[in-house]
């Protein structure tokens, strides 16, 4: 019983199996909460000091989003620690996302707003 045992904590916390410290856990929940109060703070300097051309929000806005999915993803989503081939595939994957947006943009810039009245009301 006592090799059973030792098998089953050997095989949840293998050699090369690499973990993320709970002080490390700590660190991220702390640079999201700074980041999450960026976020406010940036919509409120928008809406109640002064105005920031259309383009500078949503460049600030899509900065700091992006800061705090990378760390989710490599933090709690343990991309950090992962084999090399899932880092591979999580990077495609934003890759893939990047062209996503550049499309829908391309898309939306390309049909000239604001939209042109028709004969529909």
Same mark, same amino acid.
């Given at each position: 019983?006592?090799?059973?045992?030792?098998?089953?904590?050997?095989?949840?916390?293998?050699?090369?199996?690499?973990?993320?410290?709970?002080?490390?856990?700590?660190?991220?929940?702390?640079?999201?909460?700074?980041?999450? !109060?960026?976020?406010?703070? /940036?919509?409120?300097?928008?809406?109640? %000091? @002064?105005? *920031?051309?259309?383009?500078?929000? $949503?460049?600030?806005?899509?900065?700091?989003?992006?800061?705090?999915?990378?760390?989710?993803?490599?933090?709690?989503?343990?991309?950090?620690?992962?084999?090399?081939?899932?880092? !591979?595939?999580?990077?495609? /994957?934003?890759?893939?996302?990047?062209? %996503? @947006?550049? *499309?829908?943009?391309?898309?939306? $810039?390309?049909?000239?707003?604001?939209?042109?009245?028709?004969?529909?009301?």
């Amino acid at each position: 019983m006592a090799e059973r045992h030792e098998h089953q904590h050997a095989h949840h916390h293998g050699a090369g199996h690499a973990h993320i410290s709970r002080g490390t856990y700590y660190r991220v929940f702390g640079a999201l909460m700074v980041l999450m !109060v960026l976020t406010v703070a /940036a919509w409120w300097v928008e809406k109640n %000091l @002064f105005h *920031i051309p259309g383009w500078l929000a $949503v460049t600030i806005a899509m900065s700091i989003a992006i800061a705090k999915t990378v760390l989710i993803v490599l933090y709690f989503m343990h991309v950090k620690v992962s084999s090399r081939i899932s880092q !591979v595939y999580a990077a495609g /994957a934003f890759v893939w996302l990047i062209i %996503l @947006f550049v *499309i829908t943009m391309g898309d939306y $810039v390309a049909r000239g707003w604001p939209p042109q009245g028709g004969p529909l009301p």
